[in-house]
């Protein structure tokens, strides 16, 4: 049998992204890290400090507890945390508690982080811009023109920013 080679249209990166983005299913990767890092918010800091979300499966969240006694009491409030989580989570993402005893250790707190400020602008000097200008000259599609004139115009700054 020949090999025979099929020629597709090329495809668009935002259709590429949007398929791929789908069959990860980032939603429900979204709802198990909003549980991690609002964990004391979720069940209090009183429940927090003696417990820790461990893995959400099939919607089956598993928490390690401290000790058998707190093991026991939360036995009995599995279904208002489950309740509560959901309210807050916004979906039905978790459908029953499992609890088992072992170690906690304190999650970490998510601290809120400054944007960082960009560089000062650099002026760039009129041969320089006439140079980039004369270059993209030959560039017929304007978008692609603009975007090669923009990347050409940031790599002339950041030289004369740095040396």
Known sequence: MRNRRVCH???????????WLRRQKPDAELRQYEIWTRWAELVGERLAARTQ?????????SV?????AWLNELSFMRGDLV?????VIGASTVTAIRLFS???????????VEPVQPPPEVELPPEYIAEV?????SVEDPTLREAIRGARLAQLRRRLRHG
Request: hydrophobic share 40%; glycine share 4%.
């Open 9 to 19: 249209q090329p495809l668009r990166l935002h259709d590429v992204l949007a398929s």
């Open 53 to 61: 979300p461990h893995s959400l499966r099939e919607g089956v969240l």
């Open 64 to 68: 390690l507890v401290a000790s058998s």
């Open 83 to 87: 309740r509560r989580i959901n309210e």
């Open 102 to 112: 072992g170690p906690v250790r304190a999650l970490p707190r998510f601290v809120k």
């Open 133 to 137: 200008e004369h270059e993209m000259a």
